[in-house]
């Protein structure tokens, strides 16, 4: 390994691109949320994808944590859902252990989210499902996602057996392993960077109704707070 370690140490910008204040935070952090989204969707590259987040599961036998990056796919007032296998790693646990947490980034902002993560409806998932591209559509159904295969052949040999098995059908069904998890928020934090590492962070928590998850409306109020940064 050949790495300048002054060139690591060295890398830092100042984080001078906006505040974030009390008298800037709704009620609602969703809508704080959006409008930081739409500015992130405005500002930076598609390359960049600001509905990229790095999603964290841990396994309740070990404790140990893991992360990955997914994508969010649906925002509304329930919460943030992505799609995956639901044989993977990440469902695995969050089936094991529901907690989860993600963290989007958008240069000199981010957005952590904490809360519970549960399956999405199979009308939800088959609704997205059917709107990605043929391809990914026959992706879900050949990867058997997290799992070891012998090579890069054993895929592109599963995909082709399942682009064979539907070449007279352009609206393959479901995979029953894949399908859609959503975070329902009891903590969303926005942190805002700030000159001299004293960046502006707002908490928002509120209790969730374990037991209606998917009803945005069963859930306790939102309360905010100031954090050090
Ligand atoms: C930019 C980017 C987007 C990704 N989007 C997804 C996604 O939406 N769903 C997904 O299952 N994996 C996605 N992945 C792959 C995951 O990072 C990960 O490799 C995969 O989900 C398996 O994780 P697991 O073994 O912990 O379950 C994405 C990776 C990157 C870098």
Not at 10 to 15: E, K
């Amino acid at each position: 390994m050949n790495l300048d370690p002054r060139a690591v140490a060295d890398m830092r910008i100042n984080y001078d691109q906006g505040v974030l204040l009390e008298s800037d935070a709704p009620a609602d952090p969703l809508d704080l949320f959006t409008r930081w989204f739409d500015a992130a969707r405005a500002n930076l590259p598609a390359e960049a994808e600001p509905n990229a987040v790095a999603l964290a599961t841990a396994d309740p036998d070990t404790g140990r944590p893991s992360c990955r990056i997914v994508l969010v796919k649906v925002i509304d007032p329930r919460g943030f859902c992505v799609f995956t296998n639901l044989e993977s790693r990440k469902a695995d646990q969050i089936a094991r252990n529901p907690w989860a947490a993600m963290t989007f980034w958008w240069g000199q902002r981010s957005v952590r989210i904490e809360g519970r993560m549960l399956p999405v409806s199979a009308a939800e998932s088959d609704a997205y499902y059917n709107a990605r591209p043929i391809g990914s559509r026959i992706g879900a159904w050949a990867s058997p996602q997290s799992r070891p295969i012998p090579d890069r052949k054993h895929l592109e040999d599963r995909e082709q057996a399942f682009r064979d098995q539907f070449s007279d059908n352009p609206s393959p069904p479901r995979p029953p392993y894949w399908g859609g998890l959503r975070l329902v928020p009891d903590t969303i934090e926005f942190w805002q960077g700030r000159p001299s590492r004293l960046h502006d962070r707002l908490r928002y928590s509120r209790s969730i109704n374990l037991e209606a998850l998917d009803d945005a409306a069963a859930h306790g109020p939102w309360t905010m707070e100031r954090l050090a940064p």
